[in-house]
């Protein structure tokens, strides 16, 4: 089978700003391939997996990440083409991502961390309350396509899979500081046995903020992990994490006359968003025989996300041009616990004649949430009574398989079916216990296949049906099976990539089809949710990258969606919110010796904040749902690092270099981009 040129090259900032472009042999990092701890990759690693995924890839690996120096993930992701992140503060806290013209306000692209779902419920809904820290991620994995289609529900844009660290030998401890009293102290430390067959490692980090606006934070993010060889041929893995973190933010923005008068201050300064997470794994791995491996991953986590904010007086703010608060003080509070298996047989085989790789795999999964809503009587502690009590729950199970025939040297043709089938209920302990319940089966069919045009450049494509199904709150709105599918899209793909001397490039035709996407709004009065939107999604992207010699690599890349519209209903012919037509990305990246530095350009076209698609911004304090135009920006950043001998690492950042006033986005009011920002750090190996 053809590859991509397995010549090494200096890592360049294409991987991490294109985003797109193929790794070559050797630039994996080299603990996890070291250490026995087996781990779910959705691309995996050498020279053949990029050209084996018929879909668009993207791979940000550690060094890409180190020199991003980002402060969240979606801070990374942004740079990654097609994706959208709609940053509420610069930690992003709250997940909001959108990709290839879906709206960043609403997820339907599925996120993984080390293949666990992250979303605290991916049926029962809530699916932004928790975003893996940075801190701990090592590899940052991003499928588009019909490959997607093997790793569960609500991969309509694609998979995004963050792989966490795994310590080398010996004891990493790294500090930075920067604007807004910003602190941050991490330490990563890894032993592993005299023979090699048992590792131990963890990573910490403890950081806090002023944050931008006065939006101050206190994280703890702890992650062990363990892994051992059974014998030669199984591998057992184990990793605990504990998240907790403190932040003074709200779903309230600035007032227009604010905004406009260059305000900073927390427009909800009382208002808090506490969440923390304690999850467990467990990874085994058997390779039956050098054909056939069988994975086993084992999950559990439980997650509570206490918002505390008080009531508004809309007269008042109307009148002040700012929020003013009353003494209300409510706590809408909830809680999610969730465990699942996902297990994954895969098989060399060579049925008819043909050369293939098979891959059989199940996954059960339990989910259930306890919602309450605490009036508070006794602000200064956060207690009083509860008077809305409800537990959502959901089962499921997947079926899925899929088949990679090599029908020659040049072409592999990959078909695949998942099969999803899923129980919601819904219990309101404050209404005598009164419950109700609804049921959906998914059969999701997809073909990908991949053709090498020549020896360096492959052409590759599919067609596949997803779904993102309905949450309890809107399948089982007032109690009533409100008789809902989920949200179906049939989805295609065509795209080229390859190398060509110092040229990297990756280029992907996308269209996206909605029947059946959920809105609110229904003439009947007992159905307050209707499966009723027709939705369209095209568009192209391209990355590409250079090596100008010398040090120096160039890279961009370019999200064009010129179709991201409403097609029936209230909205039809408006544009998703959201949904910029056009996302870009350019950077330049020196290396020489133990220097390397990069100065980086975002933009983002403008978008609307609301299905309406209405341009003036609101002025005043009435209602809970925000819109306008938002207009385009470019932001510039600069970052460096410099290693001294082997143990000495120091790094910086500029982040928005021109100072640029931007909004990022609305929820009853307007959010605001940070100003410009600048950090220093070190980190010493021991």
Do not use: C
Request: hydrophobic share 35%; proline share 4%; glycine share 10%.
């Amino acid at each position: 089978m053809h590859a991509f040129p397995s010549r090494r090259r200096r890592a360049p900032l294409v991987l991490a700003v294109a985003a797109a472009l193929l790794p070559v042999a050797g630039q994996a990092s080299s603990a996890p391939g070291n250490s026995p701890i087996p781990v779910i990759e959705v691309i995996g690693r050498g020279e053949q997996a990029i050209a084996r995924q018929p879909g668009t890839v993207v791979i940000l690996e550690r060094e890409d990440i180190e020199i991003l120096q980002p402060l969240s993930t979606e801070d990374a992701l942004r740079r990654v083409p097609g994706v959208n992140a709609k940053s509420e503060e610069e930690t992003s806290v709250v997940a909001n991502i959108g990709i290839r013209g879906l709206s960043a306000g609403e997820s339907k692209s599925l996120i993984l961390e080390d293949g666990v779902p992250v979303a605290p419920g991916l049926f029962i809904g809530n699916d932004r309350y928790f975003n893996p820290r940075i801190q701990r991620i090592e590899r940052i994995e991003v499928l588009k396509g019909s490959a997607s289609l093997r790793y569960g529900p609500s991969t309509i844009g694609g998979v995004i899979n963050f792989q966490t660290k795994t310590p080398d030998d010996g004891v990493l401890v790294s500090a930075r500081a920067g604007s807004f009293d910003a602190r941050e102290l991490m330490l990563e430390a890894g032993a592993r046995t005299a023979s090699g067959d048992g590792f131990g490692g963890v990573v910490a980090t403890y950081a806090r903020s002023d944050g931008f606006m006065d939006k101050g934070y206190e994280m703890i993010d702890v992650m062990a992990k363990a892994g051992m060889a059974l014998g030669d041929r199984q591998s057992l893995g184990f990793k605990f994490s504990y998240h907790e973190n403190d932040a003074n933010i709200s779903y309230r923005g600035l007032l227009l006359d604010d905004y406009r008068a260059g305000a900073t201050y927390n427009p909800a300064p009382d208002d808090y968003y506490l969440t923390d997470r304690t999850a467990f794994d467990i990874n085994h791995q058997w390779d039956l025989n050098d054909r056939v491996t069988l994975s086993t991953l084992v999950y559990w986590s439980d997650m509570t996300r206490d918002y505390w904010r008080y009531n508004v007086d809309t007269a008042a703010s109307n009148a002040a041009g700012r929020w003013v608060f009353t003494d209300a003080l409510t706590g809408n509070n909830r809680s999610f616990e969730r465990y699942g298996i996902d297990s994954r047989l895969k098989f060399d085989h060579g049925l008819f004649g043909i050369d293939s790789q098979a891959e059989v795999g199940v996954r059960a999964l339990r989910e259930e949430s306890d919602d309450t809503r605490i009036r508070a009587t006794r602000a200064q502690d956060r207690t009083g009574i509860n008077d809305r009590h409800i537990v959502d729950a959901a089962d499921s199970v997947a079926l899925y398989l899929q088949n990679r025939f090599e029908i020659s040297e040049r072409l592999a043709v990959t078909p695949g079916l998942r099969v999803e089938s899923y129980e919601q209920t819904r219990r309101v302990l404050t209404d005598n216990n009164a419950s109700a319940r609804t049921s959906n089966s998914e059969v999701l069919p997809g073909v990908g296949a991949t053709f090498w045009l020549t020896p360096s450049a492959q052409l590759y494509g599919g067609v596949y049906r997803a779904f993102a199904p309905a949450s309890n709150g809107v399948a089982l709105d007032g109690l009533t099976d409100q008789r809902l599918e989920a949200e179906r899209s049939t989805n295609f793909e065509l795209g080229i990539r390859g190398l060509q001397d110092r040229l990297s490039y990756e280029l992907a035709a996308f269209r996206m089809d909605f029947a059946n996407q959920v809105v609110t709004g229904n003439s009947d009065p007992n159905l307050s949710q209707s499966n009723a939107g027709e939705t369209l999604h095209q568009g192209a992207e391209l990355s590409v990258g250079y090596e100008l010699g010398g040090g120096l690599s160039l890279a961009g890349n370019l999200t064009w969606v010129p179709t991201s519209r409403f097609e029936t209903g209230e909205n039809a012919g408006n544009r998703i919110p959201y949904s910029p037509k056009v996302l870009a990305n350019v950077g330049m990246d020196y290396t020489q010796g133990a220097f390397r530095g990069a100065l980086m350009a975002h933009h983002r076209g403008s978008q609307f904040g609301d299905g309406t698609n209405l341009r003036e911004i609101p002025a005043n304090a009435a209602g809970g749902i925000w819109g306008g135009e938002i207009n385009a920006y470019t932001v510039f950043d600069a970052t460096a690092q410099y290693r001294l001998g082997e143990h000495w690492t120091f790094f910086g950042a500029v982040k928005n270099l021109a100072d640029k006033r931007y909004i990022t986005g609305f929820r009853q009011g307007i959010y605001v981009g940070p100003e410009r920002s600048y950090e220093l750090g070190l980190s010493y190996r021991l």
